[in-house]
Protein backbone atom coordinates (compact mmCIF):
# COMPACT_ATOMS: atom_id res chain seq x y z
CA UNK A 1 0.00 0.00 0.00
CA UNK A 2 1.18 3.43 -0.77
CA UNK A 3 1.37 5.47 1.71
CA UNK A 4 0.28 8.93 0.62
CA UNK A 5 -2.83 7.03 -1.46
CA UNK A 6 -5.03 4.92 0.68
CA UNK A 7 -5.90 1.44 -0.83
CA UNK A 8 -9.41 2.40 -1.28
CA UNK A 9 -9.64 5.89 -2.70
CA UNK A 10 -11.66 8.35 -0.36
CA UNK A 11 -15.04 9.37 -1.39
CA UNK A 12 -15.34 13.17 -2.47
CA UNK A 13 -15.79 15.08 0.72
CA UNK A 14 -19.41 15.98 -0.84
CA UNK A 15 -20.14 12.15 -1.25
CA UNK A 16 -18.90 11.29 2.20
CA UNK A 17 -22.26 10.72 4.04
CA UNK A 18 -23.38 8.61 1.59
CA UNK A 19 -20.71 6.18 2.44
CA UNK A 20 -21.97 4.42 5.72
CA UNK A 21 -24.79 2.10 4.82
CA UNK A 22 -26.97 2.32 8.19
CA UNK A 23 -25.51 0.18 10.71
CA UNK A 24 -26.74 -0.99 14.21
CA UNK A 25 -23.10 -1.35 15.81
CA UNK A 26 -21.96 1.01 18.04
CA UNK A 27 -19.67 2.58 15.69
CA UNK A 28 -22.53 2.88 12.75
CA UNK A 29 -24.92 4.87 15.80
CA UNK A 30 -21.85 6.66 16.43
CA UNK A 31 -21.85 8.12 12.98
CA UNK A 32 -25.99 8.56 12.86
CA UNK A 33 -26.24 10.45 16.15
CA UNK A 34 -23.32 13.07 15.03
CA UNK A 35 -24.59 13.59 11.24
CA UNK A 36 -28.34 13.59 12.72
CA UNK A 37 -27.48 16.40 15.05
CA UNK A 38 -29.56 19.39 14.87
CA UNK A 39 -26.43 21.28 15.29
CA UNK A 40 -24.47 19.90 12.65
CA UNK A 41 -23.77 22.80 10.73
CA UNK A 42 -24.08 25.58 13.45
CA UNK A 43 -21.87 24.12 16.05
CA UNK A 44 -19.96 20.66 14.90
CA UNK A 45 -18.85 21.51 11.22
CA UNK A 46 -15.25 22.79 11.69
CA UNK A 47 -15.33 22.57 15.08
CA UNK A 48 -12.80 19.48 16.22
CA UNK A 49 -13.70 20.18 19.66
CA UNK A 50 -17.34 20.25 19.82
CA UNK A 51 -17.24 17.28 18.18
CA UNK A 52 -15.13 15.45 20.74
CA UNK A 53 -17.10 16.61 22.98
CA UNK A 54 -20.27 14.76 21.07
CA UNK A 55 -18.02 11.60 20.45
CA UNK A 56 -17.78 11.90 24.82
CA UNK A 57 -21.67 12.71 25.12
CA UNK A 58 -22.23 9.82 22.91
CA UNK A 59 -19.73 7.14 24.75
CA UNK A 60 -20.72 7.86 28.26
CA UNK A 61 -23.80 6.43 27.35
CA UNK A 62 -22.13 3.40 24.88
CA UNK A 63 -18.99 1.67 25.69
CA UNK A 64 -16.49 2.53 22.79
CA UNK A 65 -12.80 1.62 22.60
CA UNK A 66 -12.36 5.51 22.05
CA UNK A 67 -8.81 7.75 23.81
CA UNK A 68 -11.58 9.73 25.92
CA UNK A 69 -11.11 13.46 26.73
CA UNK A 70 -9.16 12.92 30.04
CA UNK A 71 -6.74 11.41 27.88
CA UNK A 72 -6.71 13.72 25.32
CA UNK A 73 -6.51 16.30 27.29
CA UNK A 74 -3.67 15.25 29.15
CA UNK A 75 -1.86 14.64 26.01
CA UNK A 76 -2.77 18.27 24.76
CA UNK A 77 -0.61 19.70 27.99
CA UNK A 78 2.49 17.48 27.00
CA UNK A 79 2.39 17.99 23.32
CA UNK A 80 2.09 21.70 24.69
CA UNK A 81 5.25 21.79 26.27
CA UNK A 82 7.08 20.30 23.59
CA UNK A 83 9.31 23.13 22.12
CA UNK A 84 9.37 23.39 19.18
CA UNK A 85 6.12 22.66 18.71
CA UNK A 86 5.42 18.89 17.21
CA UNK A 87 4.40 18.99 13.66
CA UNK A 88 4.00 15.38 12.51
CA UNK A 89 2.48 12.65 14.31
CA UNK A 90 1.81 9.30 13.45
CA UNK A 91 -0.61 7.24 15.07
CA UNK A 92 -1.37 3.40 15.10
CA UNK A 93 -5.40 2.65 15.14
CA UNK A 94 -7.71 5.25 13.75
CA UNK A 95 -10.84 3.56 15.26
CA UNK A 96 -13.29 5.91 14.41
CA UNK A 97 -11.06 8.72 14.24
CA UNK A 98 -11.48 10.45 17.63
CA UNK A 99 -7.94 10.67 18.76
CA UNK A 100 -6.86 11.40 15.25
CA UNK A 101 -9.10 14.79 15.30
CA UNK A 102 -7.83 15.63 18.74
CA UNK A 103 -4.11 15.31 17.15
CA UNK A 104 -4.95 17.42 14.23
CA UNK A 105 -6.51 20.09 16.62
CA UNK A 106 -3.71 20.43 18.68
CA UNK A 107 -0.97 20.31 16.03
CA UNK A 108 -2.92 23.38 14.31
CA UNK A 109 -3.17 25.22 17.27
CA UNK A 110 0.51 25.21 18.38
CA UNK A 111 1.68 26.01 14.70
CA UNK A 112 -0.25 28.74 13.99
CA UNK A 113 0.79 28.89 9.99
CA UNK A 114 0.15 25.59 9.80
CA UNK A 115 2.77 25.18 7.96
CA UNK A 116 3.93 21.05 7.94
CA UNK A 117 1.21 19.80 10.30
CA UNK A 118 0.56 16.46 9.27
CA UNK A 119 -1.33 13.90 11.29
CA UNK A 120 -0.62 10.12 9.56
CA UNK A 121 -3.31 7.49 11.53
CA UNK A 122 -2.96 3.92 10.49
CA UNK A 123 -6.23 1.79 10.17
CA UNK A 124 -6.74 -1.83 9.08
CA UNK A 125 -10.48 -1.70 8.98
CA UNK A 126 -11.98 -0.34 5.88
CA UNK A 127 -15.41 0.56 7.74
CA UNK A 128 -13.74 2.14 10.93
CA UNK A 129 -11.59 4.45 8.47
CA UNK A 130 -14.31 5.43 5.99
CA UNK A 131 -16.17 6.84 9.69
CA UNK A 132 -12.75 8.22 10.73
CA UNK A 133 -12.49 10.13 7.49
CA UNK A 134 -16.14 11.66 7.10
CA UNK A 135 -15.62 12.86 10.82
CA UNK A 136 -12.30 14.20 9.93
CA UNK A 137 -13.86 15.86 7.19
CA UNK A 138 -16.48 17.18 9.26
CA UNK A 139 -13.92 18.73 11.78
CA UNK A 140 -12.11 20.66 8.70
CA UNK A 141 -8.68 18.85 9.41
CA UNK A 142 -8.68 16.99 6.41
CA UNK A 143 -6.17 18.58 5.34
CA UNK A 144 -3.78 17.66 7.68
CA UNK A 145 -4.91 14.06 9.21
CA UNK A 146 -4.78 11.42 6.43
CA UNK A 147 -5.98 7.92 7.26
CA UNK A 148 -3.79 5.05 5.75
CA UNK A 149 -6.30 2.13 5.29
CA UNK A 150 -6.45 -1.05 5.04
CA UNK A 151 -2.73 -2.22 5.74
CA UNK A 152 -1.38 -2.99 8.83
CA UNK A 153 0.48 -0.12 10.84
CA UNK A 154 3.53 -1.73 10.40
CA UNK A 155 3.30 -1.86 6.61
CA UNK A 156 2.12 1.86 6.84
CA UNK A 157 5.31 3.30 8.59
CA UNK A 158 7.69 1.47 5.99
CA UNK A 159 5.58 3.14 3.35
CA UNK A 160 5.79 6.79 5.09
CA UNK A 161 9.52 6.03 5.75
CA UNK A 162 10.60 4.89 2.23
CA UNK A 163 8.30 7.19 -0.01
CA UNK A 164 10.11 10.12 2.09
CA UNK A 165 6.66 11.18 3.42
CA UNK A 166 8.21 10.86 7.13
CA UNK A 167 11.62 11.20 7.89
CA UNK A 168 11.37 11.98 11.59
CA UNK A 169 8.14 11.62 13.47
CA UNK A 170 7.85 14.39 16.36
CA UNK A 171 5.15 12.15 18.14
CA UNK A 172 4.49 8.66 17.97
CA UNK A 173 0.92 7.31 19.06
CA UNK A 174 0.44 3.73 20.14
CA UNK A 175 -3.50 2.76 20.15
CA UNK A 176 -3.70 -0.42 17.81
CA UNK A 177 -3.75 -3.94 19.18
CA UNK A 178 -1.67 -4.03 22.14
CA UNK A 179 0.64 -7.16 21.13
CA UNK A 180 2.00 -4.87 18.22
CA UNK A 181 3.13 -2.39 20.79
CA UNK A 182 6.69 -3.75 20.83
CA UNK A 183 6.87 -4.96 17.38
CA UNK A 184 5.89 -1.61 15.82
CA UNK A 185 7.68 0.39 18.14
CA UNK A 186 11.34 -1.57 17.87
CA UNK A 187 10.38 -0.95 13.43
CA UNK A 188 10.27 2.60 14.61
CA UNK A 189 13.62 2.41 15.81
CA UNK A 190 14.52 0.43 12.85
CA UNK A 191 13.45 3.31 10.38
CA UNK A 192 15.16 5.64 12.23
CA UNK A 193 11.41 7.52 12.42
CA UNK A 194 12.58 8.99 16.00
CA UNK A 195 14.77 12.04 16.83
CA UNK A 196 16.10 12.97 20.15
CA UNK A 197 13.36 14.80 21.50
CA UNK A 198 10.49 12.79 20.19
CA UNK A 199 7.73 11.73 22.24
CA UNK A 200 6.26 8.01 22.20
CA UNK A 201 2.67 7.98 23.46
CA UNK A 202 0.44 5.16 24.32
CA UNK A 203 -2.63 3.81 25.67
CA UNK A 204 -3.63 0.87 27.49
CA UNK A 205 -0.23 0.35 29.12
CA UNK A 206 -2.23 -0.39 32.51
CA UNK A 207 -5.53 -1.95 31.49
CA UNK A 208 -5.35 -4.31 29.33
CA UNK A 209 -1.51 -3.58 30.35
CA UNK A 210 1.82 -3.89 27.47
CA UNK A 211 4.01 -5.41 30.15
CA UNK A 212 7.04 -6.77 27.39
CA UNK A 213 6.69 -3.35 25.61
CA UNK A 214 6.72 -1.54 29.45
CA UNK A 215 9.83 -2.99 30.09
CA UNK A 216 11.79 -2.89 26.93
CA UNK A 217 10.76 1.15 27.27
CA UNK A 218 12.05 0.99 31.06
CA UNK A 219 15.33 -1.55 30.17
CA UNK A 220 17.11 1.00 27.80
CA UNK A 221 18.10 -2.41 25.94
CA UNK A 222 17.57 -0.81 22.49
CA UNK A 223 19.01 1.84 20.18
CA UNK A 224 16.75 4.54 21.51
CA UNK A 225 16.63 5.51 24.77
CA UNK A 226 13.73 7.00 26.66
CA UNK A 227 12.50 8.50 29.56
CA UNK A 228 9.63 6.97 30.46
CA UNK A 229 6.44 8.49 33.13
CA UNK A 230 3.26 7.69 33.24
CA UNK A 231 0.56 9.78 33.11
CA UNK A 232 -3.06 9.09 35.38
CA UNK A 233 -5.85 10.76 34.05
CA UNK A 234 -9.69 10.33 35.06
CA UNK A 235 -10.42 8.36 32.85
CA UNK A 236 -12.87 5.75 33.98
CA UNK A 237 -10.68 2.82 33.00
CA UNK A 238 -7.21 2.59 31.14
CA UNK A 239 -6.42 5.87 33.39
CA UNK A 240 -2.81 5.80 32.05
CA UNK A 241 -1.17 7.72 29.13
CA UNK A 242 2.54 6.25 28.90
CA UNK A 243 4.94 9.43 28.23
CA UNK A 244 7.87 8.27 26.49
CA UNK A 245 10.26 11.17 25.49
CA UNK A 246 13.10 10.10 23.63
CA UNK A 247 16.31 11.04 25.62
CA UNK A 248 19.38 9.59 23.10
CA UNK A 249 19.23 7.77 19.37
C1 LIG B 1 -8.41 1.28 20.46
S1 LIG B 1 -8.84 1.51 18.81
C2 LIG B 1 -8.17 3.10 18.44
C3 LIG B 1 -8.96 4.22 19.07
C4 LIG B 1 -8.68 5.57 18.43
N1 LIG B 1 -7.32 5.98 18.68
C5 LIG B 1 -9.68 6.60 18.91
O1 LIG B 1 -9.39 7.41 19.79
O2 LIG B 1 -10.82 6.56 18.41
C6 LIG B 1 -7.73 0.39 17.99
C7 LIG B 1 -7.85 0.39 16.46
O3 LIG B 1 -6.65 -0.17 15.93
C8 LIG B 1 -6.94 -0.91 14.76
N2 LIG B 1 -5.81 -1.84 14.59
C9 LIG B 1 -5.50 -2.92 15.33
N3 LIG B 1 -4.35 -3.47 14.94
C10 LIG B 1 -3.90 -2.71 13.92
C11 LIG B 1 -2.75 -2.75 13.10
N4 LIG B 1 -1.79 -3.68 13.27
N5 LIG B 1 -2.61 -1.81 12.16
C12 LIG B 1 -3.55 -0.83 11.99
N6 LIG B 1 -4.67 -0.75 12.73
C13 LIG B 1 -4.84 -1.66 13.69
C14 LIG B 1 -8.28 -1.58 15.10
O4 LIG B 1 -8.96 -1.95 13.93
C15 LIG B 1 -8.97 -0.47 15.90
O5 LIG B 1 -9.80 0.31 15.09
Not at 98 to 126: H, Q, Y
Not at 209 to 234: C, D, F, Q, R
Amino acid sequence: MAATTPSKAAPAPGDRLTTMPPDSSSFGRLHSYIFSRPDLETNLRNNPNAILSAIDDYTAAQRMITFGLPKITKCRELLSQMDPPPKVLVELGTYIGNSAIGWGEMLRSLNPTKAGCRVFTCELDPTFASIARDLIDLAGLSDIVTVLEGAAAADSLRSLKTEGVVDKADVLFFDHWQEAYLPDLKLCEELQLLRKGSLVLADNTDVPGTPEYNAYLASGEGPVKYHNVPHETSAKNAKIVLASTVVDV
